[in-house]
C-alpha cells in the first residue's frame, strides 16, 4: 500500500477521535515514535508534545518497557482473570497500594480510563445499597469535568463540553455546581467553596458521591484549581455522608509534580481511578482503588460480589508493562525532571502572553496551557504545528502540551517555541 493509498483508505473506512466520518479533517502518517520524537512516513521528524493524551510519561519504544513486554508475550499474551491469578498482576497491585495512601486496600482492574470511571460509580452506588440506602443514587461533580465517553462517565463531564443535550435525555441527569475560581497558586477564599457547600446541605441524602479531577481538570478545560478546595468538600463530604471519588487517570503518576494530585492535599478519597500513565503508554489499561469500607460493605451485602469483570481484566501484558512503568519511575529523579520541565514551559510560553489572540498562560508540573480567547481552527494550525516539526493538538479554546518527562531542555525550548511561533502567525 502506497502512502496515499494508506490515507485515501483510512479517509474513506476509519473514524478518528470526535472526527466526522464524510468530512474527515487531516490526519499524519505515522511510521514508528522513538523518545520524545514521532517519525512521519514521509521523513518528517516532531517533537512530542502530548505524551498520546497524558501516558507516554517515558517517551516511545523505551527498552525497559519493550523488554517487560515481549518477555511477558512468552510466558502468556492474555489469560482469563475468573478464577485465575499471575505473578504481574499480584505484583502491580502489591505496588499500587504501596504508593498509594495506606487506605487503599483493594485494586479493581479496568481496560481503559472510561471504564474505571464506570466501576467507581457503580461501587459508589453498590456501597449504599450495601446499606439500605438506595436513595442515594445522585451524582455531584464540578463543570468542566471529563471523565470519559462511555455512558455514566459522560454524565458527570461538562455538560455542555459534552453535548448532553444531543442524548435525547436518556442520560442520566446528575448535579453540578460551579468550576472552583480560584487557581492553585492564589491565595485561597472560602466563598470558592460556599456553592458546593449548599448543594451538599440541601441535597446530601440522595448524592451518592462527589466525582471529580482533584487539582487539574483535563480535557474539559485544562484549569488548576487551589487544593484548600478539595480539603473543604473532603470534609463537607464527610460530614455530610457522601463518597468521594478522585479521579486521577490523567493527574496520577507525577504529571503535577506529585506522584498523584491528591498529595497537594491532605485528604484521601474513598474511591481512586488511575490510568492513561499507568502502563507508560504502551497499552489501555486502568484501575480503580477503593478503602475496606468501600470493598468490606459491598461485599457484606446482596448479591455479595462486585459486579464488574471484564473479559481483558487484569491483562498480564497490561500489568506486566505497568510494572516496569511505575518502577522505572520511581527509579528515576522524576520529580526533579517534573520540576525542570515546569520551570521551561513557564520561560518558554511567557512570550505568549503577549499576543492579543492569547487569554492566559499557566503552568503546573509538565502540563502547559495556552488559553485563547477563540476557539482554534483546527483545520489551519494542526498542520502548522507539523511544518514547525512540534506535535500539539489543541482542542477548543485550549493549546496545550504535557511532554513525556524524557524530554531534553532543547527540545522543550524548541517546542515552547514553535508553539508561540504558530500561534503569533495565525
Ligand atoms: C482520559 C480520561 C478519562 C477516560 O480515559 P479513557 O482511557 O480515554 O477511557 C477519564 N478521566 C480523565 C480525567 C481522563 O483524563
Not at 487557581?183 to 446530601?204: L, P, R, Y
Not at 484549569?223 to 480539603?231: A, I, V
Request: charged share 20%; net charge negative.
Amino acid at each position: 500500500m502506497t502512502h496515499k493509498e494508506l490515507l485515501d483508505f483510512d479517509k474513506q473506512h476509519i473514524w478518528h477521535p470526535y472526527t466526522s466520518a464524510t468530512n474527515p479533517l487531516e490526519v499524519f502518517h505515522v511510521e514508528s515514535a522513538t523518545g520524545c520524537n514521532i517519525r512521519l512516513n514521509d521523513g518528517r521528524e516532531l517533537i512530542d508534545g502530548m505524551s498520546s493524551w497524558w501516558a507516554a510519561v517515558h517517551g516511545y519504544n523505551h527498552p525497559v518497557l519493550n523488554n517487560a513486554i515481549q518477555k511477558q508475550t512468552e510466558k502468556m499474551s492474555h489469560i482469563m482473570f475468573g478464577g485465575l491469578t499471575h505473578q504481574p498482576a499480584v505484583e502491580l497491585a502489591k505496588l499500587l497500594v504501596k504508593i498509594t495512601p495506606e487506605e487503599f486496600t483493594k485494586v479493581f482492574y479496568c481496560d481503559s480510563g472510561s471504564v474505571a470511571v464506570e466501576v467507581a460509580m457503580k461501587m459508589a452506588l453498590q456501597y449504599w445499597h450495601a446499606k439500605g440506602e438506595s436513595s442515594k443514587n445522585e451524582f455531584l461533580t464540578i463543570k468542566n469535568g471529563y471523565h470519559g465517553d462511555t455512558w455514566h462517565a459522560m454524565s458527570v463531564c461538562d455538560p455542555v463540553n459534552g453535548m448532553h443535550s444531543i442524548f435525547n435525555k436518556r442520560l442520566s441527569i446528575q448535579n453540578f455546581v460551579s468550576q472552583p475560581q480560584v487557581a492553585f497558586n492564589e491565595q485561597w477564599d472560602d466563598s470558592d467553596f460556599f456553592e458546593m457547600e449548599s448543594v451538599i446541605e440541601a441535597k446530601g441524602d440522595k448524592i451518592a458521591a462527589v466525582i471529580l479531577e482533584p487539582i487539574v481538570q483535563g480535557a474539559g478545560g485544562m484549569w488548576f484549581y487551589h487544593p484548600e478546595y478539595l480539603n473543604k468538600l473532603s470534609a463537607c463530604c464527610k460530614k455530610h455522608n457522601i463518597l468521594l471519588i478522585f479521579d486521577e487517570i490523567a493527574t496520577g503518576f507525577g504529571r503535577t509534580g506529585e506522584l498523584f494530585a491528591m498529595n497537594h492535599t491532605n485528604i484521601v478519597p474513598d474511591i481512586l481511578c488511575l490510568g492513561k500513565a499507568i502502563t507508560g503508554g504502551y497499552m489501555s489499561f486502568a484501575t480503580t482503588m477503593c478503602t475496606d469500607d468501600i470493598a468490606n460493605t459491598i461485599s457484606s451485602a446482596e448479591p455479595g460480589v462486585f459486579m464488574h469483570g471484564p473479559t481483558f481484566m487484569g491483562n498480564p501484558l497490561a500489568c506486566a508493562v505497568a510494572v516496569a512503568s511505575i518502577n522505572l519511575l520511581l527509579e528515576t529523579e522524576w520529580q526533579k525532571r517534573v520540576k525542570n520541565i515546569e520551570k521551561q514551559l513557564i520561560a518558554g510560553l511567557e512570550r505568549a502572553k503577549k499576543l492579543a489572540s492569547v487569554k492566559s498562560v499557566r503552568v503546573l508540573g509538565a502540563i502547559g496551557v495556552i488559553e485563547m480567547h477563540e476557539a482554534v481552527d483546527m483545520k489551519t494550525i494542526q498542520p502548522m504545528f507539523v511544518k514547525e516539526g512540534i506535535w500539539i493538538r489543541p482542542f477548543g479554546r485550549m493549546v496545550y502540551t504535557m511532554p513525556p518527562f524524557i524530554i531534553t531542555d532543547k527540545e522543550i525550548s524548541v517546542l515552547t517555541e514553535k508553539m508561540v511561533k504558530v500561534l503569533t502567525n495565525l
